[in-house]
């Protein structure tokens, strides 16, 4: 006899014998059924055996190898807690500007720069190993990171805290007080301010707004400022705030925090235009703080804008002859120093930082400054 796949049978062709014969319906019945309960059989009892496995039966234990064939342990210790893994965010690494970008932004690492505040980090004449060290986050304009809130208008959020570290003081072609290259090392963090002193702040703690370009507002920087009207302004948020210790910063401070250990040549036309107010940009007048893109400290208008007034004396030959740790300045002098450069100053003088000395009786609409804290 021929037989399909489902057991029925193939009547065939004539000649062929007869399957099953017209009157034998009940063997046929029987030939087809003892497969189907052999079938049914076998799967109840893999059925069976699969729930003996895993301990399916009764409420009991599984045998101890499930499938795969790997023992597990039945002794009744509780499993592990599964190890959790941290997650870990790369953040971008800064642009090559040294003043430029501010926040959290995108860019190549330069290749001769270091992450602000590593001990022992290196800016001018560093190799390019020292790329993967870059300083992480840029600001975008108008970007503040989060800080604990303090009472008045400098409070912990206007400032950064900047670490200790290394840097190559003085550029090579500029003028010769800022001359030679040299390292510098600052051994203490400390606080610097995010942008200039506005007008804004100057009234609310000094009743009165001296600048020339009232019209620019309360968010522009304060002008028309000598170095001994910053001091009286220090003394009043010190008097009214006891604790926070508001001063300028040394000039070694202010260019560790400018340069953000970046060689800053602005060969880019446009990398100073993206950084700062200068003489090419500003229309002959301040402009809003924080309407350029910061530094890699997240600090703004460290090029530009208005020229900033520091701590320090004035000495020339400061360079050549100051020392190498936590440079404090001359101890007397007849000039105070001026750093930056300002919306009136060319293109080469903001790009190096520009320094001068004036007269600290001396009120200019192109200077103004920041503060420094101690922590």
Sequence with gaps: MAWTDDGDADRGTPGEPEPFPDEGPILQASALGWKRVVGIG????????????????????????????????????PEPEPA?????????????????????????????????????????GDTAAAASDAPRGVAVPGSRP?????EGPLGLSEFVLIRPGSFQMGYSDAGTDQQPVHAVILSKEYYLQMSE????????????????????????????????DAQAFIQALNQKYPGRRYRLPTEAEWEYAARANVDAGYEDPGALDEAAWFDGNSSARTHLSESKRANAWGLYDMHGNVAEWVG???????????????????????????????????????????????????RDFNIGFRLARDP
């Design 42 to 77: 076998i799967l109840a009892a893999l059925g069976f055996l699969v729930a003996d496995w895993m301990g399916w039966l009764g409420g009991g234990e599984p045998s101890g190898i499930p499938f795969g064939g790997v023992p597990v342990d039945t002794s009744g210790a």
């Design 312 to 362: 320090d004396w004035y000495r020339a030959d400061y360079y050549r002859t100051g020392p190498a740790v936590d440079p404090p300045g001359p101890k007397d002098g007849a000039a105070k120093v001026v750093r930056g450069g300002s919306w009136g100053s060319s293109r080469r003088f903001v790009g190096t930082l520009g320094r001068m000395d004036r007269d600290p009786f001396t």
């Design 84 to 124: 959790v893994r941290e997650r870990v965010v790369d953040t971008p690494a800064a642009p090559p500007a040294t003043s430029g970008p501010a926040s959290e932004r995108a860019g190549a690492a330069p290749a001769r720069q270091t992450e602000p505040g590593r001990a022992g980090a290196v800016g001018v």
């Design 197 to 228: 002193v506005s007008q804004g702040q100057w009234r609310s703690v000094m009743g009165t707004n001296p600048s020339h370009f009232t019209a620019c507002g309360d968010d522009c920087p304060v002008e028309q400022v000598s170095w001994h």
């Design 146 to 150: 989060s800080r604990p809130a303090e």
